[in-house]
Every structure is written in C-alpha cells, then in structure tokens.
C-alpha cells in the first residue's frame, strides 16, 4: 500500500502553489494527480504552475496524473478536458464526460468524483482502460472490499480516501459568490480568500461543513488511521491524501512512517490531529454509517 | 405536444396522474433500488402490472425508476428489479449507475433506457457516451443548467431530453451529493434517500422550534411559524459574519413560465418532482402542467399562478434555469 496526493481543491495563489509542489516534491508519496478540479474560472491564474510542478514530481520519481475538472458544462470547459489528453500524462477522470474524450486502448485513472459503487461499473471502467480507480469517500466498508478484491484481481489499483476534508457535493451554484452577495459569474474570485474552505457552522455553533466556490466539503478531516490494517487486508492498493495549506508534508511525512510500520495508529492520530482545522477528525463513511462521526476517542 | 412525465408513489398516485392528463408516469419498487425509498410509497412487481395495464388502457406510458447506485455485493436486487419491470410491461427504465445500464444493455435490450438526473450528464460528451455505450434514449438533465445551455445541448446530441419544471430542487448535481449520509448516514445514492425523517428530531427551545437532522441544527423556527422539513441543503446555516440559507432558501422549483422557451430549446419532456407527494397534489400539478403543455402547443400564454399555494414554503425559484441563480 503506497500514498497517492489528490488535486488541491483550493485557490491559491501561483507562488503557493509553487512551494507546495516543490515540497511535495521532496515527500516519499507514491504519485500526485494535480490540476484544477473545482472551478474553470480560476485555471488562468495558476496554470503556468502545472508544467513546472509536473516536471519537479516526475524529477522526483512520481507517478502523476492530471485530474478533469468535477464539473463540466461550458462549451470553454469541454475544450479544456478535450486538451488534458494532449498533455501526455494519464487524465484522472472526475466528470464522466471526461472519458469521452479519452481514446479507447489509452490507459486513465478515474477519481473519487465518479460514482463506483459496484462491480458492474467497476468492470466496466477497466474494460475501458481504467488502470487506478479512487472509490467515491461515500462507501462504507463491506463496498470497499468487494471492490478491491476484484481490482487486485483484474490487475487494477483501487485506492480509497485517506485523509482530507471530504468532497460531499458539486454545484452548478457558487456558494462564495452567493455568501458575497454576487452570481457566480461576478464572483471576483472570493473563494481565493479561504485557503482551506469557508467553514460553515449550524445556529447552534456545531461545526459542520466547508464551502469552496462551487463544492462543499466536510469541516472534520476524514481520515483512515484506524483502517489501515483491514484496508491493506482486503487489498486497497493506495490511500488518497488531500491538500491542505497547513502541514501537509507533516500530513505525508508521518502518514509513510505508518505505512512502513514506524508510528502506530494511535501515534499516527495524534501528529494528524494539529493539522486538522479545529482538530476534528471523521472516519464514519468507512467505519460505520453516519460520515461524520470518528470511531476514535477524544484526543 | 411536450411529453409531460408525473410521479406516483402509489398505485392511487398514478391512477390519479393518468386521470389528470399525464402522458407518463414515473414510480419505482418499494425497495432500495429507486431514489425516493421512502416508508409506505412505491410499488410491489403486482401493482407495477396492474399499475401498467391501467395507463396503457388510458394512453398513457410507464417509467420505473431503478436509479439509485447498486450495493456492491448485492447488485442481484437491482438486477430483478429490471427483469421484474420488462415482465410488467413497463414504457422504460431510468438508470443512473454505469453496471447497471451496462446490465441493461446487455439483458434486457429491447427495454427502452432512460439516463435518471442522478447520472448527472451536464454537456453533448457525456449525453453522447451513454447513448452509445448503453443506447440511451432520453436523458433526463441535472439542474445545473441554463435555459441555453439546454437548448446547446439539444443541437449535439441526438437522444431526447427531459427537464424538471415542478417540485422539489437538488442545488447541488445530482448523484453526486453525499452530504444526507455525512449527516445521517443514509444517501441518495446509495438508499434512494435525502434528509430521511427517521433522523429528524424537533425540539421546543424557548419560543423556537429547532430542526435537527443527524443531530446538526438544520433551522429554527419561531414557535407556531410554518417550519419547513429539514433538508439540508435548504437549512439556515453561519459562516463567519453571515447567517442565512447558504445554499438554497426553502423554495421549490417552478417553470411554468419557462415552458416555451424550453419548447425551443428542444426539450421533448417535462418532469414533475414529487413522488413522495399525496395523489391530489399531484391530480392538481398535472391538470394545471397539461394545460400548460396544452397551452405552449397552441401558442397560448402560459396559465399564471395555478400552482403558487402547491409549493414549498409558498416561494418558488426558476433554479438554474436563469443564469443568475448560480
């Protein structure tokens, strides 16, 4: 089982996104897919970012894939996907339409935006030319390993969501803009001002969600540490970290030093706990029912 | 004539839909496999029969919405609920899941496939890739597009489209939402189920009415105000300095005066959400949407205001239909 880094869902500015893949370069993760995900409107600000980080992570000897976007309805945006093909590196599909413009007999990743929830789609996907499958965070246990017998299997990687704000939802709606009084298309790029998500709490001040532009994340950072064991035992190939603007090479770091049996879960959870906004951690979509909830005690 | 499509949670439903005009009529098993699994609705594979023989007596059509996503390791119940549905004579099904529609394609060729708005096929590419992968005849569009970009759409693809144009509105793409089952643990996707009453609980707090779905503060109400269900995404939330409905007020969708311009936008049919909604609701959506559909085929103006009482909280949003929304 080896470390895969998830597309940053957030905007920040081109000189962040620099250092962070500079340093991401220098972690012992596996493979990086990189690219924008969340918003077409944002890309032009830090898209000259993407050959330079590219070419660090492979230096490096990282796998790495660019993700499509999550959403894709604009004439501008299906060009877009049309393009990543030509880049030369395996597309991560995340909007099914991407598939569309990926030739058959070349190889794609697909994302956990896709919605895999059985082995018939699963097959079909391979019979595609999927070779690395993240299932959506939604499933529960008893799905996953279902899903990763099958891909060990057929000879294709399934991955699973390890650690990050969860991505709940997708809108056509920017909720930034609207949270500023303005549509989507006037949004002046607030959501460039929440590195990690605007939190959003209930009346009674119970922390709840995260918006970023257009997609709505979890406020707690879910996190696998607890599942690693049985994960490995039903044959999960990788385990999916997602940016975060603070301590995420910490978050890399100590994640491989579990991997390679040197830290212990309850350790694991303890140096993951002070990156996480406001310490809260999540593990229910896998572990039980209810997604929010943590199968761990209190720190 | 634009084709109108009427939900039935129960047989009487749907005796009631054909009977106000409805030219189909959508309903599912009362099992997981369809996308309002909710306690007393839907149909056994003996009423869904009975169900058909009644709407074909009366020249109306069936559609069987198998469209929640297949459990792994269970995907049999899904499976039975197409056979069961091509044995009972049914119009179509509408699908979201890949497997399943694969399965479809391959079993049951001759049953007509429908592309459920939990697929959320938003653009010509996707639209395209399941009418050849599967033979997809009509997609059913998520409502994250305008007005235009429907009618975009409509010049690049070759199946038929059908809108939602009444009733309850998703805010965010459908079939890619999970945030019923962060708070709840049960999903659209997974138990055909959103913001499941089993997990509301109201409490009398002072002169309010607090709503809580999974726990989470959803609203609170002034005691004796009409309280809205609690949805989540139409919940009262705080962000920073603000407090207010973050994603969407308690409103529901009406298109009404939108229906000629769908017209030219190619759409073939109209959608009435609401199959968890009681048989004179819906006699009454579809008597006043037939006149409608009526009405745009003549070139007549649009019947105003019919369905203002029908809708939630009494507030109604043309949705992502106008640009603005977004």
């Known amino acids: 089982m080896d470390l895969t880094v998830g597309p940053n869902f957030f905007f920040w500015p081109s000189d962040t996104v620099r250092e962070f893949y500079g340093r991401l370069s220098r972690t012992t993760v596996a493979r990086v897919v990189l690219g924008e995900l969340v918003c077409s409107k944002r890309l032009p600000f830090w898209q000259e970012e993407i050959p330079t980080a590219v070419e660090a992570l492979i230096a490096a000897g990282k796998e790495v894939a660019v993700t499509s976007l999550a959403l894709i309805t604009l004439k501008r945006e299906r060009n877009l996907t049309a393009d990543l093909i030509d880049i030369g590196l395996p597309v991560e599909v995340n909007d099914l339409s991407a598939l569309a413009h990926v030739p058959l007999g070349t190889p794609f990743w697909v994302g956990p935006l896709v919605n895999v929830y059985n082995e018939g789609t699963l097959n079909w996907l391979i019979r595609r030319g999927a070779t690395r499958i993240c299932l959506p965070p939604e499933l529960p246990l008893a799905s996953v390993a279902v899903l990763a017998k099958m891909g060990r299997d057929e000879g294709v990687a399934v991955e699973v969501w390890g650690h990050g704000r969860l991505p709940l939802a997708i809108s056509g709606r920017c909720y930034h803009a609207r949270l500023h009084d303005r549509a989507k298309d006037s949004c002046q790029f607030v959501c460039g001002d929440d590195p990690d998500g605007r939190e959003v709490e209930t009346l009674d001040g119970q922390p709840f969600l995260a918006v970023n532009g257009v997609q709505t994340l979890s406020q707690s950072t879910a996190s696998v540490a607890h599942q690693v064991q049985v994960l490995r035992e039903v044959g999960v190939a990788a385990l999916r970290l997602s940016p975060q603007s603070k301590g995420f090479t910490t978050i890399c770091d100590v994640w491989s030093q579990h991997l390679a049996g040197r830290l212990t879960a309850p350790e694991l959870v303890a140096k993951l706990r002070p990156t996480a906004p406001a310490g809260r951690l999540s593990d229910g979509f896998l572990a039980g029912t209810v997604g929010a909830a943590w199968s761990g005690g209190r720190a | ?326």
């Open chain 2, 1 to 326: 004539m634009m084709e109108l499509v009427c939900p039935a949670g129960t047989p009487a439903a749907l005796r009631a839909a054909v009977d106000a005009g409805a030219h189909s009529v959508y309903c599912g098993f009362a099992d997981e496999t369809n996308a309002r699994n909710f306690p007393g609705l839907n149909f056994s594979p003996d009423d869904m029969a009975q169900a058909v023989a009644y709407a074909h007596a009366r020249g109306a059509k069936v559609l069987v919405a198998i469209n929640t996503f297949p459990r792994a390791g269970a995907e049999p119940i899904w499976h039975r609920a197409l056979s069961c549905a091509e044995q009972s004579g049914v119009d179509a099904v509408i699908l979201a899941d890949i497997g399943l529609l694969a399965h479809a394609a391959a079993r049951h060729p001759k049953l007509r496939r429908h592309l459920s708005v939990q697929a959320a096929a938003a653009n010509p590419d996707a639209i395209n890739l399941y009418a050849e992968a599967f033979g997809v005849r009509r997609v059913v569009l998520p409502r994250v597009l305008t007005v235009e970009e429907i009618s975009a759409i409509n010049r690049e693809v070759e199946v038929e489209t059908e809108v939602f144009v009444f009733g309850g509105l998703c805010v965010m793409a459908e079939g890619r939402c999970s945030l019923s089952s962060y708070a709840t643990g049960q999903s659209p996707n997974m138990n055909g189920v959103c913001s499941p009453a089993e997990h509301v609980a109201y409490s009398e707090e002072g002169h309010e009415l607090a709503a809580r779905l999974g726990g989470f503060t959803i609203h609170r109400t002034p005691k004796g105000a009409p309280a809205p269900y609690p949805t989540l995404c139409k919940g009262c939330f705080t962000s920073g300095p603000q407090t207010g409905h973050i994603f969407e007020d308690p409103v529901s969708l009406d298109a009404t005066r939108l229906i000629p311009r769908l017209a030219k936008a190619g759409v073939s049919a109209l959608k009435i959400e609401g199959r968890q909604r009681s048989r004179s609701y819906v006699a009454q959506v579809v008597r006043a949407f037939r006149a409608a559909v009526e009405a745009q085929a003549a070139g007549d103006p649009m019947p105003e205001g019919a369905l203002a009482r029908l809708t939630e909280g009494q507030a109604a949003t043309t949705g992502a239909y106008a640009k603005r929304w977004r």
